[in-house]
C-alpha cells in the first residue's frame, strides 16, 4: 500500500514536471508608444489640429473684425437698432464657439477611436504571438501599472513584438 502511494506520488511529480508554464511579458508603454502605426496616427491628427487652429483663428479674426464694424455702426445708430446689433454679435458669437467645440470633440473622438483600434491590433497580435509560440501566459506591464515587478530579460517579448508588429505594420 505504501509502494501505491509512493508510485503515484512519483507520478504526479513526474506529470508536474511536464507541464510547466511558458511566461513571457511585454512592456505595454514602450510596445504601444514606440509602434510606428500609432506615431503615424497621432502626426495625422497633429495635422488636423493644426489645421483647426488656423481655421479656429481665421475664424475669430474674422469675427473680431466684424465686431468692430458692429460697434461702429452701432455708434451712429440708435440705442434701440445698437442693443439688436450687439444681441446678434452675442448670438453669432455662441453659434461660433459650439461650433468649433462641436467641432473640436469630433477631432478628438476620431483620435481616441484610431487610438483604441492601434491597441486593438496590439492585444490581438500579442494574443496570437502568445498561442503561436506556446505560451501558457503573456503579462503585460508599465510604469503606471507595474504588474511584473521581476522578469528575466529572456521572458521579455518587448522589443521582439514591437519588431514584428513594425513590420508587419510597414508591409500595410
Known amino acids: 500500500m505504501k509502494n501505491i502511494f509512493y508510485a503515484?506520488?512519483?507520478?504526479?511529480?513526474?506529470?508536474?514536471?511536464?507541464?510547466?508554464?511558458?511566461?513571457g511579458f511585454v512592456d505595454n508603454g514602450v510596445v504601444i508608444n514606440d509602434y510606428q502605426e500609432k506615431k503615424d496616427v497621432e502626426?495625422?491628427?497633429?495635422?488636423?489640429?493644426?489645421?483647426?487652429?488656423?481655421?479656429?483663428?481665421?475664424l475669430g479674426k474674422a469675427f473680431q473684425k466684424e465686431v468692430q464694424?458692429?460697434?461702429?455702426?452701432?455708434?451712429?445708430?440708435?440705442?434701440?437698432?445698437?442693443?439688436?446689433?450687439?444681441?446678434?454679435?452675442?448670438?453669432?458669437?455662441?453659434?461660433?464657439?459650439q461650433q468649433m467645440q462641436f467641432?473640436?470633440?469630433?477631432?478628438?473622438?476620431?483620435?481616441q477611436a484610431e487610438i483604441d483600434s492601434v491597441i486593438g491590433k496590439v492585444?490581438?497580435?500579442?494574443?496570437?504571438?502568445?498561442k503561436n509560440n506556446g505560451y501558457t501566459y503573456v503579462l503585460g506591464t508599465s510604469d503606471a501599472a507595474a504588474t511584473v515587478m521581476y522578469g528575466a530579460q529572456e521572458n521579455d517579448l518587448t522589443n521582439t513584438i514591437l519588431e514584428a508588429l513594425n513590420k508587419a505594420y510597414s508591409k500595410e
Do not use: H, P
Open 8 to 23: 503515484v506520488g512519483f507520478g504526479l511529480m513526474l506529470f508536474s514536471c511536464q507541464n510547466q508554464s511558458k511566461i
Open 123 to 130: 492585444k490581438t497580435y500579442v494574443k496570437e504571438y502568445g
Open 43 to 58: 502626426a495625422k491628427f497633429q495635422e488636423r489640429d493644426a489645421a483647426f487652429r488656423i481655421k479656429a483663428d481665421s
Open 103 to 111: 467641432e473640436q470633440q469630433q477631432l478628438q473622438m476620431a483620435f
Open 69 to 97: 464694424d458692429v460697434q461702429t455702426e452701432a455708434q451712429r445708430a440708435t440705442q434701440a437698432k445698437a442693443q439688436e446689433l450687439m444681441s446678434g454679435l452675442q448670438k453669432k458669437q455662441q453659434q461660433l464657439q
